[in-house]
């Protein structure tokens, strides 16, 4: 199964939201980075050390030769017990579109014995990403609350559901809110942007700094707000399982 999480304009969250639901996954889950401005994670979770040559940039060589999954051993590394199996993003902007994304998105959607959540960024029509898009089997929009926010969702959603060539409600594209209630809520935010909801995630600054800059853990730190939530909707976004009809 794969997974795209993507953002809009004005929400960041989208790496800490995927690192979070990957880590918290009900089967085993590997993160791949494919935010088409590039990685966050060997700065940020893997606070600069992160293995040089692991990551996508390679994997993108070594398929010309080597079948995938020879491949993701090779190339995917877990930076912490706690953390998921990683596959780094792209060091440079403007390198998305030499990924072959159509071929990397339909092996990773059918790997044995791991599902994929793809961290996709801030969502931009023309950016390469979008055959990877069209290849997941659920893409989750990626909100904060505010006004500003939602109206930037609103105008991304339809996009995300002609991606993936489904109906508005279809529970294959859903939203999820980051912090809700400032001032709007889920069930707002899912109206106004015509898309199911797959639920909130806190605003958990603690947790969260684990995720986007690699803070220490603590021993409490599975049951915080953060990984509670992301453990619940992890369990409702994986049972959703493999589309029947595939695009590529
Ligand atoms: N649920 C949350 N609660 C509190 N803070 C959060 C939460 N999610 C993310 N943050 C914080 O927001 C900041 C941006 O998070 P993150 O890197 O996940 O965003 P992003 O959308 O991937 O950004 P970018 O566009 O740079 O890739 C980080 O400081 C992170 O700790
Ligand atoms: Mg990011």
């Known amino acids: 199964m794969l997974v795209g999480l993507v953002s809009a304009k004005g929400s960041p969250g989208v790496t800490t939201a995927a690192l979070a639901l990957a880590s918290s996954w009900p089967r085993t889950a590997l993160l791949l980075e494919a935010d088409p401005f590039g990685g966050d994670v060997r700065a940020g979770l893997g606070r600069g050390e992160w293995p040089l040559s692991a990551g996508l940039a390679e994997v993108v060589v070594d398929l010309r030769s080597i079948d995938i999954h020879e491949a993701l051993n090779q190339r995917v590394h ?3 017990p706690y953390a998921p199996p990683v596959l780094a ?9 030499s990924v072959p994304w159509s071929r990397l998105g339909a092996e990773l959607a059918r790997l044995a ?27 989750v ?7 500003r926010a939602v109206r930037a969702a609103a105008r ?8 993936l060539a489904v109906a508005p409600d279809d529970p294959h594209v859903m939203v999820l809110v980051i912090g809700a209630d400032c001032p ?7 109206q106004g942007c015509r898309l199911p909801p797959l639920g909130e995630l806190p605003d958990d600054r603690r947790a969260a700094g684990v995720w986007s800059d690699g803070d220490p853990t603590w021993r409490a730190f599975p049951r915080s707000p953060l990984q ?13 399982g493999t589309r029947g009809r595939r695009s590529a």
């Open 156 to 163: 991304i959603a339809p996009q995300l559901q002609a991606e």
């Open 78 to 80: 877990r930076p912490a």
């Open 89 to 97: 993003g792209l060091g440079c902007v403007g390198q998305a579109p």
């Open 184 to 190: 709007y809520s889920v069930a707002e935010i899912a």
């Open 141 to 147: 929009l990626v909100t904060n609350s505010s006004l």
């Open 113 to 139: 014995g791991a599902d994929v959540v793809a961290d996709c960024g801030r969502f931009t029509p023309a950016d390469g990403v979008a055959p990877l898009l069209q290849v997941c089997d659920a893409l």
């Open 228 to 240: 509670r939530e992301a453990r619940r909707l992890a369990t409702k976004l994986a049972s959703l």
